[in-house]
């Protein structure tokens, strides 16, 4: 099963429930699979007909899903195809009866539609399961019921030994059995895995509709674009969507739309570019919801309060289906939640109402939560969450701020007790607020001690209090037939007991921004919560890692348009990553690669290679950076700011040993703790990365190890000024042997502020010999002898916990020097060690690990001396 995987999809490990499912189906077994969008229910039918060489029928509720299925199957060469009205090539349907394919993907139209005949002749070719995707659509108490799905037990009788697999992602209890009657499930294994999306970020904002906050939000989307970062925007009408539309056109941003009003080829051919990423921005209705495969999205924006819970969860969850950080936000009205009656025309009946009630109050309680947001969806789903606060959703990122409201919450829970608790809220706001409409006169309201005592508030701002009360369990919401009513629960009750008119004990709420009056800001987008969150921990990306992660990204881009396919049907974004920070030179080191499958090695590996060789040359990154065996698993959750970006296990290691340990990157490349030898060039990237994520430096060191004198430096800002900050153009400008070392150690000086004076004295003073002493011997050497003593005074400042020998001056001296890579230290060749005095030229072998492996001379100060007095220009070290 594991080589299937690997063959097929190339990943090297199934992830959770997937084994035991695709184990249950090969027993011919039915089974019911309720695991979180995104977790790879696919891959539990997907797998099964590979290994048992008979067709997988997959039941599919729209054709946009099918097809790309389909595409993304194709790409891994696995045979699938299609039935339905879109298809037109009749020879599928022979081919299909044949057995031709490995996945067939049809909608439940076409299966209950296909006559027997052709059930019977697959039969005979073999099936080897039937699955319902999305099977909550067959249940009546699924937020998606459709009449097609609910005939689908026709099929039972014509496939009776098949084993049927229910799939979806929202099932409570109730659509569960649902699903398990409707299918005529015999004794299914059933499988119910996490909701929880762990890299998923959650936020929600109330917002102003208006031209301020459009303005603001396509600002934002923008630079989303500038980032190539896929983003959809679900709207709760076709006219917000036109409207988004309109203003993303205006300022130039390329965006597709899509809602239930375009014509079919109109749809499709907006759904095409978008999953090609011919632009990156969706405006969309809940139409483009269920359809949605694109595993590379990085924001899903709501405009507008959605109509359920489980709606907001199945949207939501578009989001990052490749595991990658990604964000959730919801913007939300308050005349959001008066759309009750519209969502309830459809209903039926009585009890169906009442699902939809509720399913929208809890989504209005989501949005105005002040607690943990994941904890509260998951527990609404049935799971148990056992931390208060995860972390990565808005309220338990945001500081906040606590303010005693017992005299408001008094004077709201009063009104609302005073008023009988047989209204919703608006009415005992009105009467707060001093309102003579005709109905608060009728019930004699007006005459309520309450009365007009809370009119310096907005209606608005009493309502986010009676929000804060709900979740406080103070006030209680009751949902008749029609109408909601708000009474005062026990707990309210309590509070009321222990308060007068002159006394109210304290009562600590969060002081949301409208419970603020905080008009600016929420006069935008608000928070920017996407910047606020700095950088995603992720894989450990160097900054050049990074760049070379953006231009495979386009290489990717290229190869998917030259071959009509979408680039994540190529390979994902995190396979993209890996290989930017691994570097592969040989194909089976790509192959190695999680997500690197054998038909995408034949058809684009080569390809790849030469592209990764070329462009790691530009960027000075050397290849087969790091064995494939010490890839961290990637965080799957989003993280919060942290000031320093995590750095790899490898690359950590490495900075310890220098830093910490003060070894140098030779001895660190041929660690004996390392399975294989790893390059100089690569420690000293290592090296490098952990400065750049805020590990201390000894820069001075660093400098003398790569050879970078105050010269290079100098010449290298020069270069920069004419050419920019990029290596390769840098490179080009300077003298051949001006390393690229070199150059990465100086940009991240000047980067991070570190001052040139760093850099070894030893350095300029070994230019100021070299200019102007040269031909006196004894200034020479007792410049040389200088030389030394603070070169290896900087040096053993370095090496306390590697010296083995004895404490005083001269033990450490020797030990010192025993560790100083000396290159051509054989006295019969003065002249290499000539040059060295020549400044800018005499370091820069020092990087070069032929250079830097002829370590170890023992030397004593008398035969350092002796040592030194046989050069005329003295030495290098
Ligand atoms: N074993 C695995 N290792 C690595 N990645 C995997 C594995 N299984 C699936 N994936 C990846 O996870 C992503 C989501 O998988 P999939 O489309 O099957 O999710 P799903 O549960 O069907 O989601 P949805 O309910 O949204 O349709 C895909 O990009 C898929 O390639």
Known sequence: MESTLKQYFGFSKFRPYQKEI???????????????????KSLCYQVPPLISKKTAVVISPLISLMQDQVMALKQRGIGAEYLSSAQNDQNAYTNAERGR?????????????????FWSRLLDSGICLLAVDEAHCISEWGHNFRVEYKQLDKLRDVLSNVPFVGLTATATEKVRDDII????????????????RQNLFYSCKSFDRGSVFLNALVAEISTFVDKTESTIIYCTTVKDVEEIFET???????????????????????????IRDEFYVMVATIAFGMGIDKPDIRHVIHYGCPKSLESYYQESGRCGRDGIPSFCRLYYTRSDFAKADFYCAEARTADQRKAVMDSLAAA???????????????EYFGEKYSSSSCGTCDNCTSSKKEIDMSRDAFLLLACIHSCGGHWGLNIPVDVLRGSRAKRILDAHFDKLPFHGLGKDLSANWWKALASQLFSLDYLVETFNDKYKTVRVGPKGIQFLNSCNPDYQPPLYLILTPELAGDDASRDATGDGIVNKLGQLEFDGLSQTEDELYKMLLEERMKLARGHGTAPYALCGDQTLRKIALTRPSTRARLANIDGVNQHFLKTYGDRLLQIIRHLSQELGLVLDAEPIAEFPTPPSKVATIHKNKRLTPAKFEAWKMWQEDGLPAQKIANHPGRAAPIKVDTVLEYILEAGREGCSIDWSRLCLEVGLTQESFNNIQEAMSKVGNKLKPIKNELPEEVSYNQIKVCLLMLETGISSEVIASTHQQGCKVDNSEKGSLPSQIEAAQSNTASLLDSVDHQMKV??????????????????????NADPNQPGAAADDLSC????????????????AMEATEDSVLDWLKNFKDGVRF
């Open 364 to 378: 209005q309680r989501y949005c105005m939560l002040t607690t943990c947001r994941r904890k509260y969806l998951l």
């Open 101 to 117: 394919y490995n996945i067939l993907y049809m909608t439940p139209e076409k299966a209950c539609m296909l006559p027997n005949s």
């Open 22 to 40: 695709v184990e249950t189906i090969l027993q011919g077994k039915d089974c019911l699979v309720v695991m979180a969008t995104g977790s790879g």
């Open 248 to 274: 993303l056109k205006k300022s130039r941003v390329h965006a597709g739309m899509y809602h239930g009003q375009m014509s079919n080829k109109a749809r499709e051919d907006c759904h095409r570019s978008f």
């Open 840 to 855: 800018s030229r005499k370091r820069q072998k020092l990087d070069e690990p032929q250079a830097v492996q002829s370590v």
């Open 802 to 823: 590697d010296i083995t020998r004895n404490n005083n001056l001269l033990g450490e001296f020797e030990d010192a020097v025993s560790r100083l890579p000396v290159e």
């Open 181 to 196: 009657k409707s299918l005529k499930m015999q004794f299914p294994h059933v499988t119910i895995g996490s909701f929880d």
